[in-house]
């Protein structure tokens, strides 16, 4: 394996960090509370709460969990809200009663409900009442005890408080009906724990801090089991990575993407937490023009997202009028940023859309940008401290800068192994510490490495590997394609062969003319020889375009 990406290190970035410096995220978080006590930690629906509020509100809750309800060290609390200030609560409060966290995406149905709940043995849930009516339909075929319900208001205080719960639940009617007879009110469980006493919970590395279920998108869903060794060395190693642009105690960073998806929940929640940020939780980023009324009340510093939210955050009226004066940092994850997306982000906001490359069994981040080189020429940046990155032919042979193949990652982050799982372990992750990602990179004569699409998306063109990210990415360029989707589609003649889903920016757009497009653009088995025309693509809750869907109705 060649190490070529050390050599293009960045000045002041240590190719090492120091993961025994902390023995969980919680002693993460405390420090933060020493340092930063009285300065905004999170705001939510304009309520800020400081680091010592929400402190003092994870040890209440950390109190009832523990006196309470009598949940012990190891027990498993799953957290299924959006962006809401209750959730940093629920995690840090959950932590401090030392239980390990099962995120849960709140728009799961009940099927997918009911497989989490059971694969993770859940022992509690916290759930927001809109969705409290799935639970129900399943909560007597799980191990769950315990339910607290919260509701979307519950940490806004005072009238606003009962104002916003009140239009939520009998004007906007969001509120299904549901019956859940001992679930316990998060208030209520907030004011009790006020008064309960809480014992200490020595964390350790080897403690569950999360598990990240993942998959579900190709798959059954599998939990990564994300121990707090795992979680600390992501957190330290981002933010030597960052640390050139992140001033303690001053940042503010929007914070669009759920807590529950593993690029949100470190990047945002964790790394902006340990340097003294303020995380401005946005609750509902599909409504884009309120997303971006909320942006016009902060001079934010920093965003994450994925290229579908970057993507709809320019071609939303009024977001290129807001003041980017102090934005330093946009970070792109989770699918592959698109180079006509970065490119007209960096015209809109005069900064540049850096990338970063990770997974959930990696906690996530793996390779980053270099944040004082930045680019758009599609590569995912460089292996972060204390990571090692291999591509691999399909024998397991290292291969040489320039040629394809799957990348295979080592580093503290990497996942101890997928919950009670141990053949789906075995399949991706060796006995040295190797996991295999599924993805197909090749690593540049700088180090640099480029994604070049997932093995199972690939399509098969007369022998020929098409990869639908580069036609993806040729056709988004088009001025008058907003969006886009490739797969590909039995044929008689070549096996298989391209075809493209197109949601329209200008309706003026032909078939004719795109095939024209793309005649002038790719090579000849690249070209897609089927054009669908929609209104709008499949995606998952965080924005992902869900090519399976696509094929799955294309079958």
């Given at each position: ?64 969990l523990?006196?309470?309800l009598g ?8 957290i ?7 959730y ?19 728009l799961y ?19 927001v ?66 008064g309960?006493s809480?014992?200490k919970?020595?964390l ?8 990240q ?13 994300l ?19 992140v ?17 949100s ?46 993507n ?49 069994e ?6 980053i940008s ?40 080592r580093?503290?982050?990497v ?8 053949e ?7 006995e040295?510490g ?49 969006e ?5 589609v ?17 309706s003026?757009?032909t ?23 929609r ?9 992902k ?11």
């Amino acid at each position: 394996m060649q190490k070529v990406w050390l050599e293009s290190y960045p000045e002041g970035v240590p190719h090492e960090i120091n993961v025994d410096e902390y023995q969980s995220v919680l002693e993460v978080f405390e420090e933060s509370v020493d340092k930063f006590a009285d300065n905004p930690a999170f705001v939510n629906m304009g309520k800020t709460l400081t680091y010592a509020e929400l402190d003092k509100k994870a040890r209440d809750f950390a109190a009832y969990l523990q006196s309470g309800l009598g949940l012990k060290h190891g027990d498993r609390l799953a957290i299924m809200m959006p962006n809401l200030l209750q959730y940093p609560v629920a995690i840090f409060g959950a932590m401090k009663a030392g239980l390990s966290i099962v995120n849960v995406n709140p728009l799961y149905t009940a099927r997918e409900l009911k497989h989490q709940l059971n694969d993770a043995s859940a022992d509690a849930i916290i759930i927001v009442a809109n969705f409290a009516c799935t639970l129900e339909k399943i909560i007597k075929e799980t191990p769950v005890k315990h339910v607290i319900v919260t509701e979307l208001g519950d940490e806004l205080g005072g009238l606003k408080s009962w104002l916003v719960n009140f239009v939520v639940k009998y004007i906007k009617k969001m509120v299904p009906a549901y019956g859940l007879p001992n679930a316990l009110k998060y208030k209520s469980a907030i004011s009790k724990g006020e008064g309960l006493s809480l014992e200490k919970v020595e964390l350790s590395h080897n403690d569950i801090a999360f598990l990240q279920y993942t998959g579900g998108t190709t798959g059954v869903a599998k939990g990564a089991v994300l121990t707090h060794r795992n979680m600390v060395a992501n957190i330290l190693q981002a933010h030597a990575w960052l640390s050139s642009l992140v001033r303690p105690g001053k940042e503010v960073i929007i914070t669009a993407l759920p807590l529950y998806h593993i690029f949100s929940l470190t990047a945002n929640c964790m790394v902006f937490c340990k340097s003294g940020g303020l995380n401005v939780l946005i609750t509902n980023p599909r409504d884009m023009p309120g997303f971006v009324k909320e942006l016009s009340n902060y001079k934010f510093t920093a965003i994450t997202g994925v290229n579908t939210l970057f993507n709809g955050l320019l071609n939303t009226p009024g977001f290129a009028d807001l003041d980017f004066s102090e934005l330093h940092l946009t970070l792109g994850g989770g699918m592959a940023v698109q180079e006509s997306v970065a490119e007209e982000w960096q015209k809109v906001t005069g900064r540049p859309l850096l990338v970063g490359y990770g997974l959930s069994e990696t906690s996530p981040a793996v390779c980053i940008s270099p944040m004082t080189q930045p680019s758009n020429d599609g590569t995912i940046g460089l292996p972060i401290c204390s990571t090692e990155v291999s591509i691999r032919d399909d024998d397991g042979n290292d291969l040489p800068p320039g040629e394809a193949g799957e990348l295979w990652v080592r580093g503290p982050q990497v996942m101890r192994g997928y919950l009670d799982r141990p053949e789906e372990t075995a399949k991706v992750l060796t006995e040295d510490g190797w996991f295999g990602t599924g993805d197909v990179a090749c690593m540049d004569e700088r180090g640099y490495f480029k994604i070049v699409d997932r093995k199972k998306d690939m399509i098969l063109v007369s022998g020929f590997n098409v990869y639908p990210n580069e036609v993806e990415d040729v056709i988004s360029a088009n001025e008058k394609v907003l969006e886009v989707a490739a797969i590909g589609v039995h044929s008689e003649s070549s096996g298989e062969v391209v075809k493209v889903f197109v949601v329209k920016k200008d309706s003026s757009l032909t078939e004719e003319e795109l095939m024209g497009y793309c005649k002038e653009n790719l090579t000849g088995y690249k070209r897609p020889k089927v054009i669908e025309f929609r209104d709008d693509l499949p995606k998952s809750n965080v924005g992902k375009i869900l090519r399976r869907e696509l094929r799955e109705e294309t079958a």
